[in-house]
């Protein structure tokens, strides 16, 4: 009895294994499948510390996006998002900041759900000092079209503050709606000569 070189053991090995595998995919195929698979929630992508950057034409950082974790599920199209924080920068406006503990993206982009330790923060300019949003839930419908809260909301604006339980924020109006147990202190600002 003569010994098969190891060498050539290995291609014989991925033969045998191609075909035992297209014999099960065959049959698979031949019988089908014994009814409706129920659709399972896992994912199909999941993207560990990532870094989203975008520059203007002029090179200037306009944004930054980045996360702990990504993690999408065909089924429905969500995305998870964890640890997120983004920042945002254009000309002549002051730069905003978001974080949250945990983020939700729907498939079409048109609905953004912050939860847990929620801040967006707009930083200072010339014209006006930090404010600050923190909350556990926001909701964005339409981009930042809507912005909503169930939750207790607390706004800063310098030494202004104002809380209150259930938020919604109409961008294209401005219009910034507390629903319930609102209460807060507002600081007369002064008026620059001139």
Do not use: C
Not at 31 to 49: C, L, Q, S
Not at 74 to 92: E, H, I
Request: aromatic letters at 8%; zero cysteines.
């Amino acid at each position: 009895m003569s010994a098969i070189a190891p060498t050539r053991l290995f291609p014989l090995l991925i033969a045998l294994l191609l075909a035992v595998l297209s014999y099960a995919l065959e049959r698979a195929v031949r019988e089908g499948p014994a009814g409706p698979e129920p659709r399972r929630h896992d994912p199909d992508y999941v993207v560990d510390r990532f870094i989203v950057t975008s520059y203007g034409v002029d090179g200037v950082l306009e944004s930054r996006v980045t996360a702990e974790k990504m993690i999408h599920y065909p089924d429905d199209g969500m995305t998870d998002v964890v640890a997120l924080r983004a920042m945002l920068s254009k000309p002549n406006s002051p730069r905003y900041r978001v974080r949250a503990d945990r983020a939700a993206v729907a498939e079409d982009g048109e609905e953004v759900f912050l939860y847990d330790h929620v801040v967006l923060i707009r930083e200072a300019d010339a014209a006006r000092p930090e404010a600050r949003l923190e909350t556990d839930f926001l909701q964005f419908v339409g981009g930042p079209d809507i912005v909503r809260s169930d939750d207790e909301v607390r706004l800063q604006d310098g030494g202004s503050w104002l809380v209150g339980r259930g938020m919604e924020y109409h961008h294209d109006s401005g219009r910034f709606y507390l629903r319930d147990r609102v209460r807060g202190r507002f600081e007369a600002r002064e008026r620059k000569p001139g």
